[in-house]
């Protein structure tokens, strides 16, 4: 059996950057690095945030670091075909997520992944793991 792969939310990422709680650098420090990636939308969320604060240089070098240490997955065909399907099933559902929200699970569930975030909306989304690993 292959080992479990975890791609951070957005929410996730921002933790590390701003100095993750004890749970948090825990499970980063069991897991092994190779193991842990990023959605490209996760990247652009950030990036936004950063050309949002120009001036913060500290900030720039954290989000730097981030994506030097993780692999950034690319959003591809396979991955947009699942977003259409994920989000009109959940338009359907009456349960949609916000949009960036829907692009980074469709991102999980096409690469296998399993998605850390400690946003509980996830949780509608059917047939995607879901990992808090802020919590102990």
């Given amino acids: 059996m292959a080992a479990a792969r975890f791609m951070l939310d957005t929410n996730i990422a921002s933790f590390i950057i701003r100095g993750p709680n004890d749970a948090l650098r825990a499970r980063l420090t069991a897991t092994q690095p190779a193991a842990v ?13 950063l050309a949002r604060k120009p001036g913060a240089k500290a900030l720039r070098l954290a989000v730097g670091a ?60 059917p047939g995607l793991r879901v990992e808090d690993w802020t919590k102990p």
Avoid: Q
């Fill in 37 to 49: 990636c990023l959605s490209a939308v996760t990247e652009g969320e950030l990036l936004y945030g």
């Fill in 66 to 125: 981030l994506l030097h240490h993780l692999e950034v997955l690319p959003w591809d065909r396979t991955v947009a075909s699942g977003y259409g399907e994920l989000r009109a099933a959940l338009e359907g559902n009456g349960t949609p997520l916000a949009n960036l929200d829907t692009m980074i699970a469709a991102h999980a569930l096409a690469a296998g992944c399993v998605l850390v975030s400690n946003d509980k909306a996830f949780a509608r989304v």
